[in-house]
T-cell receptor, first 113, second 113 residues
């Protein structure tokens, strides 16, 4: 595997379910990000991790819970989501925070029913 | 309130001609700007960037122009090729330490034969 991978690519879940999104980067980067892209809206930054430490939480509801066990892996744990949380969730990584190019994964298309 | 705006949702250009994609921003703290390209079912990929100390940056067929007084930037693609057909996102960074990119909603470019 190369670059940034995300699993699953598609996920349908009910509002009472608990699921997790996984992101893995194979680039030796130290920073990882979660973004959300809703229909007709711009990409919104959700969380930033640098060297496994969360450095940014962009006022994200607690039903989204990130986890970064090491610099290569990032998870987004989902529980009791709402239909308006249906969106494309993108993971990205970069060499560090600051003026470094971010490399994106293909995203997970989440549908909450 | 959107701080980065791409007012043209779509653009169609003939192969060989120039494509011009526009982006406006409102936050005067933004000092670094990027363009990303996105193909269907893939994550955005970095294309070109410009710092606010410059007014032009060129990379092959791609040139980004920045007009700070107008808070406007544009991406020129010359000559346009069918493989350039994608969604183009403008993004801006306010120079903080967390690499918080603010994205526009994107412009879908179609290059026709």
């Amino acid at each position: 595997e190369t670059g940034v991978t995300q699993t699953p690519r598609h996920l349908v879940m009910g509002m009472t379910n608990k699921k997790s999104l996984k992101c893995e980067q194979h680039l030796g980067h130290n920073a990882m990000y979660w973004y959300k892209q809703s229909a007709k809206k711009p990409l919104e930054l959700m969380f930033v991790y640098n060297f496994k430490e969360q450095t940014e939480n962009n006022s994200v509801p607690s039903r989204f819970s990130p986890e970064c066990p090491n610099s290569s892996h990032l998870f987004l744990h989902l529980h009791t989501l709402q239909p308006e949380d249906s969106a494309l969730y993108l993971c990205a990584s970069s060499q560090g925070t600051g003026r470094y190019e971010q490399y994106f994964g293909p995203g997970t298309r989440l549908t909450v029913t | 309130d959107q701080q980065v705006k791409q007012n043209s949702p779509s653009l169609s250009v003939q192969e060989g001609r120039i494509s011009i994609l526009n982006c406006d921003y409102t936050n005067s703290m933004f000092d670094y700007f990027l363009w990303y390209k996105k193909y269907p079912a893939e994550g955005p990929t970095f294309l070109i960037s410009i710092s606010s100390i410059k007014d032009k940056n060129e990379d092959g067929r791609f040139t980004v122009f920045l007009n700070k007084s107008a808070k406007h930037l544009s991406l020129h693609i010359v000559p346009s090729q069918p493989g350039d057909s994608a969604v183009y996102f403008c993004a801006a960074d306010d120079g903080g330490t967390a690499s918080k990119l603010t994205f526009g909603t994107g412009t879908r470019l179609q290059v026709t034969l």
